[in-house]
């Protein structure tokens, strides 16, 4: 989803004075942004290297953290795809967001505004 990766990147910048490692603030900060709801089931990260760029930190470092979200089965990588949250993915909740996901998507690709595609929901929730 197109500003997905604002949300990543939107807590504060990286404390390179902390005695937290960059790593670890940019792992408990996705894992945040998780289970606050601003990062929904099926939304795409920011590539590896496009994140490492807008966070200023090594590529490896950004690789690391993906890493270990997949092994906690925060995200999943697929490939070529990209890296997806799938926290929750089991949940009614997390159902729930991965269909908001889609249906984004699904509009954009009809060349729906988003304000037009969330006037739609609105519409029906009333049905």
């Known amino acids: ?14 404390d390179r004075d ?13 894992i945040e942004k998780i289970t606050a709801g601003e990062l929904l089931v099926g939304s795409k990260l920011p590539t590896v290297r496009a994140l490492a760029a807008t966070m200023g930190l090594a590529v490896n ?13 925060f995200v999943e990588t697929r490939g070529r795809q990209g890296t ?20 984004i998507a699904a509009t954009r690709s009809l060349g729906i505004a988003d304000e037009a595609a969330v006037a739609f929901v609105e519409k029906s929730v009333g049905l």
Do not use: C, K, N
């Not at 989803?1 to 990286?14: E, L, P, Q, Y």
């Not at 997390?94 to 269909?99: D, I, P, V």
């Open 1 to 14: 989803m197109a500003g997905d990766g604002d949300a990543v990147t939107s807590w504060s910048r990286i």
């Open 84 to 103: 997806f949250i799938i926290a929750d993915s089991g949940s009614a909740t997390g159902a729930a967001q991965r269909l908001a996901v889609e249906y």
């Open 18 to 30: 902390a005695e937290v490692p960059p790593y670890e603030q940019v792992r408990l900060g996705i």
């Open 61 to 73: 470092t950004v690789a690391r953290v993906y890493r270990e979200l997949e092994a906690d089965h």
